[in-house]
């Protein structure tokens, strides 16, 4: 289904049933993730963030008089089209799209698209810290840090509190730190490292 913020629902879907699809045989699977006067944001599905792909439509909607700016980040699959927000424009747009094999559709793979987002910012805010840090400091050191701070900070404050801690919760641990303490890679790697002890 499509998406949009500012009612263009309708105009859409009117472009989309009539487009023909004769230019391109694998239509390339794409998101309208927001439709604002002036300015469209697509996302090209995981399948077909092809640097080439991608910058084959770049290029085509560049070279429409009515686009002022077309930019792309192939990692996220994102084009952001700029135009002169123009009653028809966006249906110029839309069919130009249509006529270069984008089909739009429901693109979720995986992992939406809040969460995308998310993982980005805090892949982006990792490298800050380890630029700032030259290296020394990063977020999957401070985030265990800070949650040990935490904890022990709690500790002090009510006491261990044993007696309040779930039987399932022990349970799980139990259960999660077997596993992870025995996992297969561990093994491999310890009957590696001493060949003649098994």
């Keep these: ?5 500012h009612g263009n629902l ?8 009539q487009a023909s699809f004769k230019t391109t045989p694998k239509p390339i699977s794409t998101k309208i993730i927001s439709d604002t006067p002036g300015r469209l944001r697509l996302r090209i599905s995981q399948a077909h963030r092809h640097p080439k792909e991608i910058q084959r439509i770049a290029n085509v909607l560049k070279a429409q008089s009515y686009i002022n700016q077309v930019r792309t980040n192939i990692s996220h699959g994102s084009i952001i089209i700029n135009h002169d927000g123009q009653d028809t424009t966006l249906e110029n747009v839309l069919t130009t799209l249509l006529d270069l094999g984008v089909t739009f559709a429901d693109i979720t793979e995986g992992n939406s698209e809040a969460a995308e987002d998310m993982k980005s ?9 380890e630029q700032a840090t030259s290296g020394e400091v990063d977020l999957r050191f401070l985030f265990p840090l800070g949650l040990s701070i935490l904890a022990v900070r709690q500790v002090m404050v009510k006491g261990l509190q044993l007696e309040i801690i779930p039987w399932y919760v022990l349970a799980w641990y139990a259960f999660d730190s077997f596993i992870k303490l025995n996992s297969t890679s561990q093994l491999q790697v310890s009957s590696e490292s001493y060949p003649n002890s098994v």
């Design 10 to 17: 309708t105009k859409i879907a009117k472009v989309i049933d």
């Design 1 to 5: 289904m499509l998406t949009n913020s």
């Design 121 to 129: 910012t805090i892949v982006n805010l990792n490298k800050r810290f």
